[in-house]
């Protein structure tokens, strides 16, 4: 049974910098994805990055250019540096792993950006 715990979230002012943490137990493949996804007051849970195994992260719009998606596979872990921040990126973020069809989340973590 997979199971993953954010952390690094926390409250900063627009500008500045935060690095989420994601560690995974249990069996990791290397057909996994692993990425971050954000839920703001009132909307849906939306993308943010993903990575594969093997390193190639894909981001969304509003991330590039200012998110960073990384991962160790020795450590299971998967980080998010974010830098630039803004209100707007004020959310909980949500840890992702998806392997053999199954989709695994972690408990969250709050961002809030205060301008």
């Known amino acids: 049974q997979v199971q993953l715990v954010e952390s690094g979230g926390g409250l900063v002012q627009a500008g500045e910098s935060l690095r989420l943490s994601c560690a995974a137990s249990?069996?990791?493949?290397?057909?996994?994805?692993m990425g971050w996804y954000r839920q703001a007051p009132g909307k849906q849970r939306e993308l943010v990055a993903d990575i594969t195994y093997y390193g190639m992260p894909t981001y969304t719009h509003f991330a590039k250019g200012r998110f960073t998606i990384s991962r160790d596979n020795a450590k299971k872990t998967v980080y998010l540096q974010m830098n630039s921040l803004k209100p707007e990126d004020t959310a909980v973020y949500f840890c992702?792993?998806?392997?053999?069809?199954?989709?695994?989340w972690g408990q969250g973590t709050q961002v809030t950006v205060s301008s």
């Open positions: 249990g069996t990791i493949f290397s057909i996994s994805r």
């Open positions: 992702n792993l998806l392997q053999e069809g199954s989709n695994y």
